[in-house]
Structure formats: structure tokens, C-alpha cells
T-cell receptor, first 114, second 116 residues
Framework: AQSVTQLGSHVSVSEGALVLLRCNYS??????LFWYVQYPNQGLQLLLK??????LVKGINGFEAEFKKSETSFHLTKPSAHMSDAAEYFCAVTRNTGFQKLVFGTGTRLLVSP | DTGVSQDPRHKITKRGQNVTFRCDPI?????LYWYRQTLGQGPEFLTY????????KSRLLSDRFSAERPKGSFSTLEIQRTEQGDSAMYLCASSFLAGGLSDTQYFGPGTRLTVL
């Protein structure tokens, strides 16, 4: 079985500050990991993915995440927050072969203040 | 490549009515997924097609739910005798899997269902 835990349902930062959104996973098989972003009343947009190549993954809009097997973590970071980053962020895990349904965390809402 | 599209974007219905949603995947994507997202939660898997074959169904998918993907192109999700608990955002995603590589899913904008 696979699961994802996102610590903190809400994270508030000031514009220009570091963004850190936490994700810990559980998986009995080697995982693939994803971060998606969702703006209000919209679908999910892929930010980045880990598929067992480089452990530091760079995505769109300046986001990156590091896969740490020893810590079972895949935290999302961005050096400098923009107002436009305010949204809901979801971490998801799937297995690396066969049927690959995504198992999502409960999400973290990022609030960016001026 | 126009992305995944879903129709309608919003649906309001009365309890007991039937509703049908449509999803058009990215062309040539061979896998199609349906997820349901309730307020304040992450999406939950409902069902999955590879081409026209429905290969997996979640236990969340009660007998009132049925999904089809004729000819391996667009897909429909029907809910019969809707209940207030069916109110949610229904998301469709598609992907192309080849050579055992990662199955990156691209999501549509969703259909928000409200059951009164």
C-alpha cells in the first residue's frame, strides 16, 4: 500500500521568502513521486516528478524537490515566493510499474502576503 | 495538443436524478483515469482505462457509478440516482505509457457536481 502525508494544511509566507512544503511518503515498492498545484476551481497542474533518476528534481515556476529515501521525504521548495504562487499544492505517490493510480495527500494551501 | 477537456464544468442536479460527465483526453493517450475530490481533500482514485478496457475500479465506485471509454477515445462517467454525498469535483486525467516508463498524468479542469 502507498500513502502520502503532507504536514501543515496551511503555510503562510511573505513575498520573496523561502517556500517549503513538506511531504512524507510510505510505499512498499520503489515509488514515483509528484507535486501538483491546483488553483481555485481548476484542475491539477504538474509541477515536477521524481522517477528514480536524479534525486533533486527541478520543475516549473522555479520549484524543486529532493527525494530522500532515508527520510521517506519529497519536500517542495522555492527560494523566493511570488504572489502568484498562492494555491493548493498536492503531493502524490505511485508505484513505478504496472497500474499507476496516484495516491494524493490532503494538500497544503500556500498563502503569500505582500 | 489542447490538453484534457471535461464537460460540463459545473452541474447542479436534484437528488435522485442521473448525471453524465464527459472527458476528452489528450490525443493518443492510451490511459485514462477518473478521480473524485471533495472539499478540503486530495483527489481519490475512482477508475482507470487502458485503451477501451476498464482495468481497475475503486471500492469508492458504488453500483450507481458507471464509466465507459468506447473505442479508447473519450470517456463518460455516469452517476445514477444521485445523492448529496456525490457532491464533489470529478477530475479526469490521461497519460501515455510506453516501454514501462513513468506514467505522468495530465489533468482536466474537472466537473463540479452539486446535488441538492
Amino acid at each position: 500500500a502507498q500513502s502520502v502525508t503532507q504536514l501543515g494544511s496551511h503555510v503562510s509566507v511573505s513575498e520573496g521568502a523561502l517556500v517549503l512544503l513538506r511531504c512524507n511518503y510510505s510505499s512498499s515498492v520503489p515509488p514515483y513521486l509528484f507535486w501538483y498545484v491546483q488553483y481555485p476551481n481548476q484542475g491539477l497542474q504538474l509541477l515536477l516528478k521524481y522517477t528514480s533518476a536524479a534525486t533533486l528534481v527541478k520543475g516549473i515556476n522555479g520549484f524543486e524537490a529532493e527525494f530522500k529515501k532515508s527520510e521517506t521525504s519529497f519536500h517542495l521548495t522555492k527560494p523566493s515566493a511570488h504572489m502568484s504562487d498562492a494555491a493548493e499544492y498536492f503531493c502524490a505517490v505511485t508505484r513505478n510499474t504496472g497500474f499507476q493510480k496516484l495516491v494524493f495527500g490532503t494538500g497544503t494551501r500556500l498563502l503569500v502576503s505582500p | 495538443d489542447t490538453g484534457v477537456s471535461q464537460d460540463p464544468r459545473h452541474k447542479i442536479t436534484k437528488r435522485g436524478q442521473n448525471v453524465t460527465f464527459r472527458c476528452d483526453p489528450i490525443s493518443e493517450h492510451n490511459r485514462l483515469y477518473w478521480y473524485r475530490q471533495t472539499l478540503g481533500q486530495g483527489p481519490e482514485f475512482l477508475t482507470y482505462f487502458q485503451n477501451e478496457a476498464q482495468l481497475e475500479k475503486s471500492r469508492l465506485l458504488s453500483d450507481r457509478f458507471s464509466a465507459e471509454r468506447p473505442k479508447g477515445s473519450f470517456s463518460t462517467l455516469e452517476i445514477q440516482r444521485t445523492e448529496q454525498g456525490d457532491s464533489a469535483m470529478y477530475l479526469c486525467a490521461s497519460s501515455f505509457l510506453a516501454g514501462g516508463l513513468s506514467d505522468t498524468q495530465y489533468f482536466g479542469p474537472g466537473t463540479r457536481l452539486t446535488v441538492l
